[in-house]
Nanobody, 124 residues
Framework: QVQLVESGGGLVQAGGSLRLSCAAS????????LGWFRQAPGKEREIVAA????????YYADSVKGRFTISRDNAKNTAYLQMNSLKPEDTAVYYC?????????????????WGQGTQVTVSA
C-alpha cells in the first residue's frame, strides 16, 4: 500500500508558475514509476508527465512540453511538477500516480496508486 499526497495547487495568473509536490507516506517498492495527470470538468483524465525510477526516462504531453518539468527525489519519496508559463487551459485537478516497475508509464490504466488530487486554477 502506497499513499500519495499532492500539494502545491492553487490559483495563479496566466504566465505564472506553480510547483506541485507528491509525497509518498512510506517506501513500499524497490522501484516505481511516477506520473502526473490532470482532469478538467467534463474531460477525460490525461497524461501530463511521467518519469522512470532512475529519472532517465521522461515523457511530456505535447501541450506542456517546454513549460513543465517533472522530477523526483527517491530519498525523500517525493515527486515534483514544476509548471511555468501557465495557461488557462492548464486549469484542472492534478493527480500524481505511482506504479511498480522501471518502465516509463504514460497511461492512466498503467498506474495502480493515485493521490487525491490538487486543484490548479489559472486565471486569464
Amino acid at each position: 500500500q502506497v499513499q500519495l499526497v499532492e500539494s502545491g495547487g492553487g490559483l495563479v495568473q496566466a504566465g505564472g508558475s506553480l510547483r506541485l509536490s507528491c509525497a509518498a507516506s512510506r517506501r513500499a517498492f524497490n522501484s516505481y514509476g511516477l506520473g502526473w495527470f490532470r482532469q478538467a470538468p467534463g474531460k477525460e483524465r490525461e497524461i501530463v508527465a511521467a518519469i522512470t525510477w532512475g529519472s532517465g526516462g521522461r515523457y511530456y504531453a505535447d501541450s506542456v512540453k517546454g513549460r513543465f518539468t517533472i522530477s523526483r527525489d527517491n530519498a525523500k519519496n517525493t515527486a515534483y511538477l514544476q509548471m511555468n508559463s501557465l495557461k488557462p487551459e492548464d486549469t484542472a485537478v492534478y493527480y500524481c500516480a505511482a506504479e511498480v516497475g522501471t518502465e516509463l508509464y504514460t497511461r492512466p490504466s498503467q498506474y495502480h496508486y493515485w493521490g487525491q488530487g490538487t486543484q490548479v486554477t489559472v486565471s486569464a
